[in-house]
Every structure is written in C-alpha cells, then in structure tokens.
C-alpha cells in the first residue's frame, strides 16, 4: 500500500460528512419518559425501555435471555442506529428486557459504554477500532485479518468481537450512470487513467477534510499514481456532493459512502477501491466481556442477523432513513420481520 499514513477516520465522525440524520420521533405506544433503571455492577444507567412485543422468528426460539436485562447502544448516524435497533428486537424477542441507548454522540461515548458495562452490545467497525480505539496506522488489507487483529488487541479491554458482516463503511468515489454511460468507469484505477489520457474531462467534488488528509484525496491519489488538476477539484458539504454528481456536469465524480443510501435513490455508480487504498470497515457485534460470559447465547442469536448484513443491504435501509425520512426503528423492524428474524407478538 505505499508509504505509511496516518489514519484519522472515524465512523461516528461521519455525521457531517455524511449528513446522517439523528433518530426522529418514535411512535412506540407506551414509551415515554426515560426510565433509569439499575444494571447489576453498573450502577444506574439512563435509557428507554424497548417496548416491542415481538417474539422469536428464525432465531431465539425458547427465550434464551428470559430474565436478562440488557442495554444496546449505538453511534448517532442513521446506519449505526438501525443496526443497534436491530440488536435490540432481536435480543427482546429472545426474552431479555431491552434498555434502548443508540444515539450516542460520536464513537467514543458508544465504545467506552461497552467497554466499561454501561451498555452491553453494539455494532462497531473495525476500521474504526483499529486506527482510532487501537492507534495503529496502517490498516490491513483482508478485512477477515482486520477483524481478527482488532478482536485479539481487544481482549485486554474487556471487549468481545463476534464474526464479522461483509457490510463495510468506507470511502468511494461515485458517478452518476448517465455520465458513466460515456466512461465506462468501473475502478479506481479506471480514474487514473482517465487523468492521464483527458485530464480536463475528470472534475472531482469533495468535502475540505478529505481534500487535504493523507486518508484521504492525497493519499488516493499518490497509491492510484493519479494528479488531478486542482482546477477540477471543489470542495463542498457532503451532501450537496451527491446532488452534484447526479444532477449537474460541474462534478464528473464525488466523495461518497459505500453504504450511503444515495447512491441507489440518486442512480449513481460506486468505483471499487481495487488497490485497496481505503480501510475496510466492516460491521461487527462488539459485546461487553463479563455480559458475553453470562449469556454467550448473544453470538448465537446475533450470528444469522451479521451474515445476512451486506453493504447493498445497508443501501437499502440507509435509504429509508436518510431519503424516505423512515425512522430508523421501525426500518430495522420491519426488515427483521420481513426477513424472519422475529415476529409480532
């Protein structure tokens, strides 16, 4: 991968990159105010009920976790929202009470809530584990290797890490398919030889922070051998990027997310990052130690739910929330319904 770089990014930090809409307003009859409620060797931690009367699909049939109370939490973009809803119907159906703590501003707050017992499980990244939480610069290019290398440096931190998704959360660039009908744009590598032989045809539209990091336009540029004339290069808010790819010929291509709901709502095409430049950072269950020790059932309940999450997938559900304007509970729980995870009470 080159020279070594320095790292910065972080999946709760991608709320202004990504324009990531906070949790709206629930309709959950019977959930009003927050109850704090006591948590055994935590102490009193604050949350909402989930109130959900739901009960096994396809897993936690028998109520494994009858008698658990346990608390979920979650990162405050839409993806790490739904994915921690998700952890807690279906933890729910399986008998266990659920104290509902997604939203929580940032990685860190989300992190040190499991890592200290405050919250008991979350889905984390592992990119983000290992150059944020675990201060290593370079990320590894197999993402099985990244999840393994982050769940072993984890262990003396109290935190366990079940199997991994193949949904991963990183950077692309993105076309729109009307321009790349012309292009014929597939890769990374596919861009750098478009600079070389038309510069002027390649214009570019990115946030200021990805501009100018070595995790970022700089650093892409030199593994990819690519200049892309600084005439061509705008700089602007995450979210006018992707309407600015899909509607006007000021930007040939943009900065974007692979599991970005836009992408599919504005008919854009992503690039594959085939010299692995970017970190992967796929979606794991990360699960407070002493909790996993009590009830090790979670891995057998969260394991079928991890599999069935891809990156198209989380296109999908991201879309619903971030341009449909769903709530992002009730997309986790109908996309649970619908595919047999649960069912209604």
């Known amino acids: 991968m080159g020279t070594s770089r320095t790292w910065l990014t972080s999946r709760g930090s991608r709320t202004s990159r990504t324009s990531r809409t906070s949790r709206g307003s629930r309709a959950r009859a019977a959930v009003g105010a927050v109850a704090l409620l006591a948590l055994a060797g935590c102490g009193l931690k604050s949350g909402s009920p989930m109130a959900d009367d739901v009960v096994p699909g396809s897993v936690g049939q028998g109520q494994p976790l009858k008698g658990a109370t346990l608390t979920v939490t979650s990162k405050n973009f839409s993806e790490n929202i739904v994915l921690g809803q998700m952890i807690g119907l279906i933890l729910k159906a399986a008998g266990a009470e659920v104290v509902d703590r997604t939203n929580l501003p940032g990685s860190i707050s989300s992190r040190e809530a ?109 593994a990819y051998g690519m200049k892309i004339p600084t005439a061509n290069i705008q700089k602007m808010d995450a979210g006018i990027i992707y309407t600015q790819v899909s509607k006007s010929d000021s930007c040939l291509l943009g900065e974007a997310f692979t599991t970005d709901g836009r992408i599919k709502a504005m008919d854009l095409d992503t690039l594959v990052d085939d010299r692995k430049f970017f970190p992967n950072y796929n979606a794991a269950p990360v699960v407070h130690a002493k909790t996993l020790a009590e009830y090790p059932v979670i891995t057998e309940l969260l394991d079928p739910l991890t599999k069935r999450l891809t990156t198209q997938v989380a296109r999908e559900l991201n879309a619903k929330v971030d341009v449909d304007g769903q709530d992002p509970h009730e997309v986790a729980k109908d996309w649970l319904l619908k595919e047999g995870f649960i069912k209604e009470g």
């Open 114 to 222: 499991v890592r200290k017992g405050d919250a008991d499980v979350m889905y984390e990244y592992t990119g983000t584990a290992w150059i944020t939480y675990q201060g290593n610069a370079e990320p590894i290019d197999d993402p099985r290797r990244q999840w393994e290398a982050v769940r072993d440096a984890d262990v003396k931190n109290g935190v366990a890490w079940l199997p991994p998704s193949t949904l991963n959360n990183t950077y692309t660039l993105a076309i729109s398919k009307k321009n790349n009908a012309k292009y014929g744009l597939k890769t990374l590598s596919d861009v750098a030889k478009l600079v070389r032989e038309d510069p002027s045809a390649v214009t570019l539209c990115v946030e200021n922070e990805f501009a100018s990091r070595d995790d970022g336009l700089p650093g892409m540029e030199k």
